[in-house]
Structures are given as structure tokens and as C-alpha cells.
């Protein structure tokens, strides 16, 4: 009987290590990187509440502008989505993992980083379930890349970097009181368009760059001269509007700033095809800024929304409007 109530109790123990196995199994299966007894801050943001680690160590963003902004403040990720509209910073993508492009980042490489935590902006809510499972998640809300510098400094605070958050756009201010010192002609009218393969925009005062225009105190044309409300009713993009090559006359000014960027080599080699095919439009060719060789072909960064986006635009500024 004393044999039998030992084997009894042996099997027990036995059964129970065995199912503790495999719930603590499961458990890591789920969050990968989620441990006890780790410091946290509770932060909240687009899809809810997270507590970020106050000792991360292996960030990864899922998109642009937390890639660059996290950099910004100091911050090597260890995996970030790749595109064309980040070409710019090839090099700061040495020893980082790609792990997708932008808008498709690929579960299976952000799970191989062992995140321990993962940013992005609310664009990814139908992946957040699946990555906040992988590690603590922060998504910032962002309705339009206008938004940018609301989004950086959410993200400087979320991380403890305010100090160094708000020294880079001090300095940014910086640079643009310099640009506007250095200006000749202050109500210069600066268009901004875009040339996709199917069409032709205009951005508008509101847009990334639109900002970082009036941050400089430069005027835009009366076509592109509309805020994010009036351009969402008027548009339904709070960000810029489409023309016809019959109303190209919309995207003059004193100084054009265009530019072509898709996705994918296919898209750029038709948006290309549609610029060649503007610029011998005889409409085209009349704009006081074509007859005066001021219009300037500028990268894809200029519809970016990170600070070191809106670094390199200031670069442009410089380059181009001071003599």
C-alpha cells in the first residue's frame, strides 16, 4: 500500500511538472520577449496601453518615420522596413535587419529580431494583435505626415528622451531661422508636385513638406494654399489634390519643387515616363518658373515624416533658394 501511495504521489508530481511545462511553453510561444519583473512605463497610444521597458535594448520599427526618428534620438534599432522612400538612409541601415517593406513588414523577420519592443504609427493596426504579442507594441496615432512633429515628440517622450527630443527640434528651428536670415526674396511662392504614373499633385500647406515650408516662412501659390480641413473637404485628402495636364498652370510659382517616388521599380519607370511627358506639355513649358529654370527635381524624402526627413528638405532650402 506504502508502494502504491508513492507511485501515486511520484506521478502526480510528474503530471503536474509536465502541464506546467507546457503552459510556461505557450506562454513564450505568445510573447517572446515579455518577462517578469521587468521595469516599465505604461504609455498610451493608438491601439491601447503598453509598458515599455525603461532598458530596451532590441527596438524594431515597422515603419519610416519611427526608423528615422528613433535614430534621432539616439537610438540603434535592430530591425527596421526597408523602401525607396528611406534610400537617403542607406547607411544608417548597416547592421540593422530588414524586415519588410514599408506598409508590409513580415511577421516571421520582426519574431527572428527578438524584439523587446516594436514602433510604428496607427497605419499598422491590422498587425498590431500579432506583434503585440511578440513584444510590448507602441503605436502612434499620426492622421497625416503633417502630424510629424507631434508624432516625434510623442515618441521622445514614450522612449524618456524628451531632453534629447526637444534639442533636435530646437535645432531645427535653428537651422530654419538661419534659412530665413539668408533669403533674398521672403514672399517667394514655392509649388510643390508630385508626379505619379496616373496623375499629377499638388501638396498643400499642411503636408510634410508644407510644413517645413511654412516653418521657413516661405509663401506657396494660391492653388496649394489650403489647410488640412479646407483640403479634406474640398479634396478629400487633407494633404494635396490632383490636376489635370490641362491645369498645370495650378502648379506654377515663383520656385517648383517636383518629384517622382513609387514603391517599386515598375512604379518609378511609369511616374518618370508621366514627368518626361509633363515637361513637353507646352501648358508646362509657359510657367513662369519653367522660363526661368527654377524648377528643381528633388528625392522622395520630401513626402517623408521623420525629423531627419525635414533635415534634409532644409538641405534642399539651402541649396536651391540661397544665393
Known amino acids: 500500500m506504502k508502494g502504491f501511495t508513492y ?20 506562454g513564450n510561444s505568445i510573447r517572446v520577449n515579455q518577462t517578469t519583473n521587468v521595469s516599465c512605463r ?16 532590441r527596438l524594431v520599427n515597422i515603419d519610416d518615420a519611427s526608423f528615422e526618428n528613433a535614430l534621432a534620438l539616439g537610438i540603434k534599432p535592430v530591425g527596421a522596413v526597408l523602401s525607396d522612400f ?35 504609427t496607427d497605419y499598422q493596426q491590422s498587425i498590431y494583435s500579432h506583434i503585440s504579442e511578440m513584444a510590448p507594441t507602441v503605436l502612434f496615432k499620426s492622421e497625416h505626415s503633417g ?14 528622451k524628451k531632453e534629447v527630443g526637444q534639442q533636435v527640434i530646437d ?29 499629377i499633385n499638388l501638396y498643400l500647406r499642411d503636408s510634410f513638406c ?12 494660391e492653388s496649394q494654399n489650403f489647410t488640412a480641413i479646407e483640403a479634406e473637404k474640398l479634396f478629400n485628402n487633407p494633404i494635396q489634390m490632383s490636376i489635370s495636364n490641362e491645369l498645370v498652370e495650378k502648379a506654377d510659382g515663383d520656385v517648383i519643387f517636383i518629384w517622382t517616388a513609387e514603391n517599386n521599380s515598375q512604379g518609378n519607370e511609369r511616374a518618370k515616363n508621366k514627368l518626361e511627358q509633363l515637361t ?9 518658373a519653367v522660363k526661368q529654370n527654377k524648377v528643381y527635381l528633388v528625392p522622395s524624402y520630401w513626402i517623408g515624416s521623420g525629423i531627419l526627413a525635414a533635415n534634409a528638405i532644409i538641405d534642399d532650402l539651402f541649396k536651391y533658394l540661397v544665393k
Not at 504521489?9 to 505557450?26: K, P
Not at 528611406?86 to 527578438?114: D, H
Not at 526674396?185 to 510643390?192: A, F, G, H, I, W
Open 280 to 288: 513637353r506639355n507646352p501648358l508646362w513649358q509657359n510657367l513662369k
Open 171 to 199: 535645432k531645427y528651428y535653428r537651422r530654419l531661422k538661419d534659412l530665413k536670415q539668408k533669403i533674398n526674396n521672403p514672399s517667394l511662392k514655392v509649388s510643390v508636385v508630385r508626379v505619379y504614373p496616373d496623375r
Open 147 to 160: 502630424l510629424w512633429k507631434d508624432v516625434f515628440q510623442k515618441m521622445s517622450v514614450a522612449l524618456d
Open 86 to 120: 528611406n534610400s537617403y538612409l542607406q547607411e544608417q541601415f548597416v547592421g540593422v535587419e530588414n524586415i519588410g517593406k514599408a506598409g508590409e513588414p513580415n511577421l516571421e523577420s520582426i519574431l527572428a529580431t527578438k524584439p523587446d519592443l516594436i514602433l510604428g
Open 42 to 57: 505604461n504609455v498610451g497610444h493608438a491601439a491601447g496601453t503598453t509598458c515599455i521597458p525603461e532598458k530596451f535594448t
Open 210 to 221: 508644407g510644413t517645413i515650408l511654412q516653418d521657413a516662412g516661405l509663401s506657396r501659390p
Open 7 to 26: 507511485w501515486l504521489r511520484f506521478g502526480t508530481v510528474i503530471l503536474c511538472s509536465l502541464l506546467l511545462t507546457v503552459a510556461c511553453y505557450r
